[in-house]
């Protein structure tokens, strides 16, 4: 099927037209308000969106890395989302990671930076701030590639 020139396949999460080049944003938090709030944001911004409220949850998925962003807390039930980031690096996932978290310290500020973040917000965030670090997150993820 096409749309627009682009080849798409049928049947996205909710059974939308998908293709593998949108934009597509993985978030992980614990709290179910955070997750649907920023599953609005993405998808006004015409992001796919999968959400998940334990990085473990997002592990037993089989992930894209192409045009992908993960948004994760940091301080998430079970796994950290610094851990997170670790298991995926150790995986060879390369997928651009921004975290999000409502306990800000300097250490914890220097974990997520050793770790190779592409963003750092203390919650609550301004939502454009938060999508300009996506694109510059992926733009920037893409032509590393290149």
Known sequence: MSSFGKDVRIGGPNGELSDETATLIYVVDDDPSVRKSLKMLFRSADMEVKTFKAAEDLLKCQLR?????LISDI?????????LQ???AERGIKIPVIFLTAFDSNEIRQQAK???E?????????DQALLDTIH????SYLSSKE
Do not use: D, H
Not at 75 to 83: A, D, M, N, P, V
């Open 136 to 139: 510059w997150a992926i733009s």
């Open 86 to 88: 670790q298991q995926l």
């Open 118 to 126: 592409a963003g750092y917000f203390r919650k609550p965030m301004v």
């Open 75 to 83: 301080k998430l039930k079970g796994l950290s989302g610094i851990e």
């Open 114 to 116: 050793q770790g190779g």
């Open 65 to 69: 890395e192409q045009n992908t962003c």
